[in-house]
């Protein structure tokens, strides 16, 4: 056996099996989301990538001892397999950068095919020429092999990592007694609500009772502007009350924050959060929420917590988990691969229905918690991929945002039926905001984008998030039409836990006094 097929063995493995490529980049971003511990989950990775390297080396070798024409044919399918992994590397890389490539993705099945067919052929009526196209292929795989010197001891590392962190689906604590126990706040956050397509340019055909109902009830600010665009950034800065630009984590989860004024990154303080003001004041606390990490970031600070990851190894979607041993894990990994060569593979609308159900099946657990003070749901819709059929009322694959506003619609009704049924709901606040709008310049240009959606927006980003504040037994409404800071959202919530806003009335004076001093 040369070296050269040992290190074509380990390119391959690398170009075949890239699960890593999300815990490459320095800013940690997907162990942030995804959550620690992921031992036995990297230790199948690990194994994978080794059985791949075996199987490489070895084809590559036996090859050599078979007839010459056999041989160039086994090559070039070789090498046609490499090509075709190369471009689904690329893909993922792709995707990451959130450029447009869902319908390669989607190909990727049919292709290889077309490749190892088009490679075979060529081997046996071109074979000069195919020769010299297999060698380059070959040696750019041997030359990948050394990029394992950097990546094997970089998953290595997160392998043995194990902090001593809560269960990232949902950490609890038990509640306390405290001076507001009847009064209650529930903040329901709707990720990507447009206050534009929710309120001012509703689509025809659109109905949202809900939405609608609640308004004629409540302060409503119709001209926020919005802390930022991703949701990575916009939430920790209203939770924390300081508007922060730049995030990182650490290897093993630790969010940062960069102060501008010093030029340099502190850790972010998750007693500085509206949570670290509720413990305070005797708040008991609970989230059910997905994308940001909350039962890791404020597990000191949560009595009860649920969480939907924002990121997922491929392994884990096809049966990969911490809780199973590394052999059982390192099995998932070809039916990922069977899964993507026969157009099985799980698509991000799937994923999206998962989160969506896991969350609902947690609200209806804190809101009928009387012990918990202080509520706060972060849900999934309306934000894309669609995932509802309007007109049935049914979660399905596809569909469009309009679609996932109405299930947003369907799910405030829900949640706001579970409210008045609790005994404390003539003592509730009703919080109802967004983190951002309806992001056109992301989703315009991406896989899925209809007609009815280019209709409905004109083709124009609307960038006003949406905040509705309902006081306990509030039976008017009101509109606030200045332009405000979506940060005050923070100050608002704020005044609430420590006893400072109980009725419109006072967030009137609140809005005065800022008026007045020139805060906003």
């Known amino acids: 056996m040369k070296v050269r097929n040992l290190l074509e063995g380990i390119g391959a493995a690398l170009l075949l099996a890239p699960y890593y490529l999300p815990f490459l980049p320095p800013g940690n971003h997907a162990i942030y989301h995804h959550g620690l511990p992921i031992t036995n989950v ?8 080794i059985g791949i390297s075996i199987l490489s080396t070895g084809f590559l070798v036996a090859a050599q001892h078979l007839c010459q024409p056999m041989q160039r044919i086994l090559e070039a399918l070789f090498a046609g397999l490499m090509l075709w992994s190369i471009l689904g590397m690329a893909l993922q890389v792709m995707t990451r950068l959130q450029l447009s490539v869902a319908n390669w993705i989607h190909l990727r099945g049919q292709f290889v095919l077309a490749v190892l067919l088009l490679s075979g052929v060529l081997a046996w009526l071109l074979p000069r020429h195919t020769q010299l196209a297999v060698r380059a292929v070959r040696l750019a795989v041997a030359a990948f092999a050394f990029s394992s010197l950097w990546i094997v001891p970089q998953l290595l590392h997160l392998m043995l990592i194990r902090p001593p962190v809560r269960s990232p689906a949902s950490a609890h604590l038990p509640a306390q007694a405290h001076g507001n126990s009847r009064q209650r706040i529930i903040w329901i956050l709707f990720d990507e609500l447009s206050y534009d397509q929710t309120f001012d340019h509703r689509a025809p055909g659109i109905r949202l009772p809900n939405f609608d109902r609640l308004r004629a009830q409540s302060l409503s600010f119709s001209n926020l502007k919005p802390v930022g665009y991703l949701t990575n950034r916009i939430i920790p800065s209203l939770i924390s009350g300081n508007e922060f630009h730049e995030f990182r984590s650490t ?27 509720a413990q305070r004041k005797g708040w008991n606390s609970g989230v059910d929420g997905w994308f940001i990490p909350y039962c890791n970031t404020f597990a000191p600070l949560l009595n009860v917590c649920y969480w939907y990851p924002g990121e997922f190894l491929p392994t884990e979607e096809y049966g990969a988990s911490e809780g199973n041993s590394m052999l059982s894990n390192a099995a998932a990994a070809p039916n990922q691969l069977l899964a993507v060569l026969t157009n099985r593979a799980k698509t991000p609308a799937d994923i999206h229905m998962e989160a969506f159900r896991y969350l609902m099946a947690n609200t209806q657990t804190l809101i009928d918690d009387n012990q918990i003070g202080f509520v706060f749901l972060h849900l999934p819709v309306p934000h894309p991929p669609g995932i509802y059929d309007r007109q049935r009322h049914l979660l399905r694959s596809g569909g469009t945002y309009l679609d996932n506003l109405v299930l947003a619609d369907d799910v405030l009704g829900v949640l706001m039926k579970e409210i008045d049924a609790t005994p404390s709901a003539g003592q509730t606040t009703v919080i109802v905001s967004s983190d951002h709008s309806w992001r056109l310049p992301l ?55 420590n006893g400072k806003m109980n009725n419109p009335e006072d967030l009137e004076a609140l809005l005065s006094s800022a008026n007045r001093s020139g805060q906003f």
């Open 42 to 49: 990297m230790g199948g990775f690990l194994l994978d990538l």
């Open 443 to 497: 989703w315009r240009p991406a896989e899925g984008w209809s007609g009815e959606e280019e209709r409905a927006s004109e083709g124009k980003f609307d960038d006003r998030p949406v905040l509705l504040i309902h006081f306990p037994r509030q039976a008017s409404s009101q509109d606030v039409n200045a332009a405000l800071p979506e940060m005050l959202e923070h100050e608002i919530i704020a005044d609430m836990l």
């Open 251 to 277: 290897i093993d989860g630790k969010l940062s924050t960069l102060d501008e004024s010093q030029h340099r990154w502190i850790a972010y303080d998750p007693n500085a959060t509206l949570f670290g003001v």
